[in-house]
């Protein structure tokens, strides 16, 4: 299983000044060819200012970068046509139809008019904007300028995509429609590297991950091994009246593996969410709503930064 | 066979034009010759005849066809260029793919390179109507027209790059394109200009390409050899292209 095929990224000691402020901060990475990527991590961890190190855009200040094993600095156009990419706001065309700029964008790749037209036809379909072809891009919906901008990213058939936050901004149902394409992408052997902020996101998609916060890489894995190497199974999510809260807390001590007190809620790392729940109970202890649950990367997150992931 | 890259980047160009052509309709066909009725023939009317017989409006023609070349490089290269550079973040997508800063500047160049061809054709067939420019003359001139208008692409598209806002466009037009206009031997030679700004007219594309327009149109000699006059509209043109092109990789590059 561990050939050791080429990482199509690799990083080590990258680093991204911005004068005086350190965006990234040393970081070390492979990313294994067909695999899903990602990059997890609140506002201003470093993700963007990595992905667009990646996708040869942005010059690296220090380290060590290889993309395809080419380097950015010297072969930046090469790598730029082999990658698709997703950027965090939509940088569609407002003024061209959904099918214009499918077609201006595949011309940028050189890209014959008798290789676009078929390609447009398959990604219309894929991305379900069929019936919007021929409308302009502004009136889209969120949900549908993102597919438009993933579809647009795939019209050079690209060996590796780079989707920076792709599901930032949608409502429940466009993230579901939305996750289900980049798996099925998945499938087809595409290599995926996706930041995101949004726990369940990076469940849902990624092989493996690595936790940033603050330019720094905090903790790397895949979801399954982060949860079992930094948190305990289950999650026993309680709420109680402000009035006698700190009382209440104070007679949880000793439930669970630990305590982690929130604004709004207490959180007991377990590894048996309902036997905590009756410990809980037979303490004579009233939380006003109760939640037992699996654990999840956001646990992860508060368990190596003492901070949760807001938005 | 592949296409050259600054003319697949003219093509997004051309895509949008045909989505927003009715906006600039006016401006880029009507506007130029409602100065040519007003200016040339109405107010005209009450100039004398210059050298030769020649009457007002058809020495003003190519004056304003050159203008029109300025006005449709400093248009085109304005809000578009914001629009692509921050209102929409085109040019952030095309950079993303295989293309260089300094395949979108040649693109640029190339896209309205056209377009100032598009509307300088078309008012050389009105002043050679309502002008009576010489067909032939008209159609030399409007080449020195398209090396005026080339001579401000660069510039005007660096300056957007350079400010990168609202407020320095609009100051564009009020400061910098409307005085050109106005005081480049467009409406009246510059040698009626106060002796010390018959200088500052010299350092004007506008001013060069009136010059040559006007020598190719009605055969009045140009103030310095022509090749001079072609010499410097070809420099700054380069060096507009230079500088936007290191403007566009400060900004979008980081």
Redesign the interface.
Known sequence: MEQMQQPVVSARALTKH?GDFVAVDSVDFDVRPGEAFGFLGPNGAGKSSTMRMI?A???ITSGDLTVFGLDPAAD???I??R?G?V?Q?D??????TVE?NL???G????LPRSVIRPRIDELLAFTQLEDRRHS?VEPLSGGMKRRLTIA?SLI?QPDLVLLDEPTTGLDPQARHLLWERLYQLKERGVTLIITTHYMDEAEQLCDRLVIMDRGKIVAEGSPAQLIANHTTREVLELRFRSEGRQESIDRLQGIGKKLEVLADRVLVSTEDAEASLAEVWARELHPVANLVRRSTLEDVFLALTGRTLVD | MSTPTAIRVAESGWRRYKHTWRASLFSSFVNPVMLLLAMGIGLGSLVDDGPGGLVYVTWLAPGLLANIAMQTAAGESSYPVMAGMKWNKTYDAMLAGPLATSDIVLGHVSWVSFRIVQVTAVFAVVAVWLADLDPLGAVAATGAALLTGMAFIGLVTAYTAKFNNETSLANLFRYIVVPLFLFSGVFFPISQLPGFMQPLAWLTPLWHGVELSRWLAVGIDTAFSPMLHVGYLLVVGVLGFVLAVRLFEERLVK
Do not use: A, K, M
């Open positions: 911005f996708g855009v942005s010059p930046g156009r090469e730029r046509s990658l990419v950027p706001d940088n569609l065309d407002q003024e061209l214009e077609i201006i964008y011309r940028y790749f050189d302009r647009r050079s």
